[in-house]
């Protein structure tokens, strides 16, 4: 039985057990909804067996040898790749500028960070793509134990992972892939490649771009390392069951013809932004990222000028571009808002 059709169940019987609220006392009267769905390991539920389930079938859909569904964001899932594959005093490469989750897993193994810089396009101000040759040379200089890659960057710059993966096999080097900000990817060949069958561990955020609740996320591994363990480490041992079934809806939606042909539209409606709005410049590798930079304007005064005179909050700015962030919850209507916006602005 899977998580979803668990929580469809309706347990009559009188639970003396955790949580105290007995799925009938709704302190949030919003959340009224929530609070019946919350759930713990009962005789009257198994959401251990049906959570097994989920997480198994989402490895078939995503062609990997395990994947573990997160409650904790993608942080819980880099840290925990690094804890099952990594050893006290182990040279560990990361990004100088990654996400403070690498270092704080690093630190956690107890394991040693030899830190790496990856090049600043100065056209549009946001840091690049990693660099093969450069890992090369890292990784022939020093003896190290596993590299940790952030593919797609905020921004929406990937990384040839396939060639990076390449190199660290020849050295015998673990590769884990922070593709938080690329949950999409496996489900669109019009996006880039995903690094779920390719790299040893690949981490998602599927409340970033894939319409998850925050803060759901994956990890996915194609080795044999204890990843569990490493989870139990770091994790509640009362998990929410409502943001789990989340998490296999999520996956099953994406993967559904439904979701497929709502995701392409995403792209089709970006793609006519792109080449409607004639004067603006677009940048990146991942097109659900619009970075975008207008000639006589800073990031930051495009930045403001969205907010103040048309309502329109974007994701991330410089002082060269700005990023406005799209997922599969994008509407059309929003990003003809934003077309005539920019349009207007062009003018």
């Given at each position: 039985?899977?998580?979803?059709?668990?929580?469809?169940?309706?347990?009559?019987?009188?639970?003396?057990?955790?949580?105290?609220?007995?799925?009938?006392?709704?302190?949030?009267?919003?959340?009224?909804?929530?609070?019946?769905?919350?759930?713990?390991?009962?005789?009257?539920?198994?959401?251990?067996?049906?959570?097994?389930?989920?997480?198994?079938?989402?490895?078939?859909?995503?062609?990997?040898?395990?994947?573990?569904?997160?409650?904790?964001?993608?942080?819980?899932?880099?840290?925990?790749?690094?804890?099952?594959?990594?050893?006290?005093?182990?040279?560990?490469?990361?990004?100088?500028?990654?996400?403070?989750?690498?270092?704080?897993?690093?630190?956690?193994?107890?394991?040693?960070?030899?830190?790496?810089?990856?090049?600043?396009?100065?056209?549009?101000?946001?840091?690049?793509?990693?660099?093969?040759?450069?890992?090369?040379?890292?990784?022939?200089?020093?003896?190290?134990?596993?590299?940790?890659?952030?593919?797609?960057?905020?921004?929406?710059?990937?990384?040839?992972?396939?060639?990076i993966k390449q190199v660290c096999d020849e050295y015998g080097v673990i590769l884990i892939v922070d593709e938080a900000h690329g949950a999409l990817y496996p489900f669109s060949d019009r996006l880039p490649q995903s690094a779920v069958k390719i790299a040893d561990f690949t981490i998602q955020s599927l409340h970033k771009t894939a319409g998850g609740l925050n803060p759901t996320a994956l990890l996915h591994t194609n080795t044999g390392y204890d990843v569990d363990s490493a989870l139990q480490k770091i994790s509640t041992t009362s998990p929410s069951y409502p943001l789990l079934a989340s998490i296999e809806a999520n996956i099953a939606f994406l993967n559904s013809r439904r979701g497929k042909k709502l995701l392409s539209h995403l792209l089709d409606n970006i793609t006519d932004l792109k080449m409607e709005c004639n004067n603006c410049d677009f940048g990146g590798d991942d097109i659900t990222k619009i970075l975008v930079k207008t000639t006589g304007m800073s990031g930051f005064e495009l930045s403001e000028k969205l907010f103040e005179k048309y309502k329109i909050e974007d994701e991330k700015t410089n002082e060269v571009s700005t990023m406005l962030l799209c997922g599969i919850g994008t509407t059309q209507k929003k990003i003809q808002r934003l077309k005539a916006a920019l349009k207007s602005i062009d003018k």
């Open positions: 039985m899977s998580l979803i059709n668990l929580l469809k169940k309706c347990c009559r019987i009188s639970l003396f057990t955790t949580p105290s609220h007995s799925q009938h006392f709704f302190i949030y009267n919003k959340l009224r909804n929530l609070y019946k769905l919350d759930i713990s390991e009962t005789e009257a539920h198994n959401p251990q067996r049906a959570l097994a389930f989920a997480e198994h079938n989402a490895a078939d859909v995503y062609g990997t040898r395990k994947t573990k569904f997160l409650t904790n964001g993608s942080s819980s899932g880099i840290i925990a790749a690094v804890l099952s594959c990594v050893q006290k005093g182990d040279n560990v490469l990361i990004w100088r500028d990654a996400h403070p989750c690498h270092k704080n897993a690093v630190e956690f193994a107890g394991a040693v960070p030899i830190y790496y810089d990856v090049d600043l396009d100065t056209e549009w101000g946001v840091p690049t793509r990693v660099s093969v040759d450069m890992i090369r040379q890292l990784l022939s200089a020093n003896k190290v134990k596993a590299l940790l890659v952030t593919s797609p960057t905020y921004e929406g710059f990937a990384s040839d992972i396939k060639a």
